[in-house]
């Protein structure tokens, strides 16, 4: 018989992961950069800043290193590029 509740469970797993990957972009583009609060979106391992032109121009000029802490802190997420 099909048990829902495993089916299930495996979209739990998904939406803890994007969670926890959120909450560590969020922690690293403050550490990194200073500023609290910004507003990203992650697609197919590209982090989209949304924000004004000097928030994504400040983000740019550390890409390397928003990038190389985000692996370091979560080696499961596979963002590559900063947008």
Not at 43 to 62: E, P
């Amino acid at each position: 018989m099909f048990n829902v509740s495993d089916y299930l469970k495996k979209f739990s797993k998904i939406a803890e992961d994007s969670a926890l990957m959120k909450e560590v972009v969020s922690k690293v583009l403050f550490e990194v950069c200073g500023t609290p609060g910004v507003a990203f979106e992650v697609k197919k391992g590209v982090l989209y800043i949304q924000g004004g032109s000097t928030l994504k121009a400040m983000m740019f000029m550390h890409k390397a290193r928003i990038i190389e802490r985000i692996k370091a802190d979560m080696p499961k997420a596979k963002i590559f590029d900063i947008r």
